[in-house]
Every structure is written in structure tokens, then in C-alpha cells.
């Protein structure tokens, strides 16, 4: 089933068009990966699809699931804000938000699936830390942990790995893959083409010709 699909799709900003006549599908359960070089309008696209900025022409059909509140999203470390007031425990366990409903407080659920991502990442010794007095490499896990809290359905990234060093990139895919294999959707921008080799189902190549390489698995 489609999640989302792109036809003809045009990308940029006011009249600056970034990339054009793109066309390709996000199935349910895909490892999607978007690669391509510096400017070459991959987080233009990302930020299009979330309906941060408009298409410049084209169109994206959406299925009823991308439109829910299972999308978890983890944007660019330039785009964070890094002094948060808060603690990681209180900006992961936020990432359940859309969970809460109409009830005031976290269920118990939400409590062990933000303790459990924690764990994966390594992070569980930073709970009680304040964010802002983390180096970038680690506020990077907290605010991936995040998304993975927020991420019911589908989980969408800009560039998870940047600030990580290869130990941690490694582990991250790892859990990645597992999600993945459960049948967490999961759109990811990386510079790491070996990564999007080794776990993509689908590769985006954007450039002077794009193209949507199917992964031989």
C-alpha cells in the first residue's frame, strides 16, 4: 500500500525550483532512504511531503495512514533548538505526545517505551540531565530517541547520524532495521550511501537525473 506518491512532482522555494518531475511512492513498511550531494533538494523534498512548504507544481497523494498521528520526525541538527529548559527524560517521553489523547498524563505504556529507547541509545545514565548541558553528539541521540517515541507508524529523519561516531551510527541502523522488520516505515536523508546499500528496500538518487533504485533483496 502507498503511503504517499509523488507525481511530477516540482520542489523549491517561491519561484526557485530546487528539483523537478520527480515521481516515486513511499510504500508501507519501506526503509526509504534519500541520498544525493549538497544542494541537490533533499530536505527541500522531506520538508514538502510534511507539508512544511508547498509544491511548486506536481502533486502528493497521501493515504489515510500518513495523515494520522503515528509520524515520528527527526529534522536537521541546524534546525534544533539546543538550550531546551528540560531535562532528556522530559523531551523523550514528550515524543509520546500524540498518544496522550484526551488523557492529562503519560500512560504506563508510553513510560516504558520512552525508558526502553532510552536503553537502545545508551542514554539511560542522562535521564535527569539537563538538555542544553549535553555535547551535540548526544542531544542527536536524545532528540532520535525522541522521534522513535513519537514514531507509531512512521518515522521520518533529515540526516539521523550527523554528530554520531561510527559506533553509535552502526547501533542506530542496527535498531533501524530491527524497527523496520517490525513494520515501522521509516524516510531517511543520508550522505551514507553504504548505509542506504546495506539497509534500504528503496533509494532515492537525487541529482541531474534522478532515479528510484529498488533494493535487490
Not at 111 to 123: R, S, T, V
Amino acid at each position: 500500500m502507498a503511503l504517499l506518491e509523488c507525481k511530477n512532482l516540482c520542489v523549491g522555494y517561491s519561484s526557485k525550483t530546487v528539483r523537478e518531475n520527480l515521481n516515486f511512492c513511499v510504500e508501507k513498511g519501506d526503509f526509504f532512504f534519500i541520498v544525493g550531494e549538497n544542494g541537490s533538494g533533499k530536505s527541500t523534498l522531506m520538508k514538502t511531503f510534511l507539508k512544511f512548504i508547498k509544491p511548486l507544481s506536481g502533486e502528493i497523494i497521501y493515504s489515510p495512514e500518513w495523515d494520522s498521528k503515528g509520524i515520528g520526525y527527526l529534522p536537521q541538527t541546524s534546525e534544533i533548538q539546543k538550550s531546551f529548559p528540560a531535562t532528556v527524560w522530559e523531551i523523550v517521553l514528550s515524543g509520546n505526545q500524540a498518544s496522550l489523547g484526551w488523557l492529562p498524563f503519560y500512560s504506563k505504556k508510553a513510560i516504558q517505551k520512552a525508558k526502553a529507547n532510552l536503553e537502545k541509545l545508551g542514554m539511560t545514565d542522562y535521564a535527569k540531565k539537563s538538555f542544553k548541558e549535553l555535547s551535540g553528539g548526544q542531544q542527536q541521540r536524545v532528540l532520535f530517541t525522541r522521534a522513535l517515541c513519537a514514531a507509531s507508524s512512521i518515522l521520518v529523519m533529515d540526516e539521523p547520524a550527523k554528530g554520531f561516531d561510527s559506533e553509535i551510527t552502526e547501533k542506530m541502523h542496527e535498531i533501524l532495521k530491527e524497527l523496520n522488520e517490525q513494520g515501522l516505515t521509516i524516510i531517511t536523508i543520508s550522505h551514507d550511501r553504504e548505509a542506504a546499500e546495506k539497509y534500504a528496500s528503496k533509494i532515492l538518487k537525487l541529482g541531474e537525473n534522478s532515479e528510484l533504485v529498488e533494493a535487490a533483496k
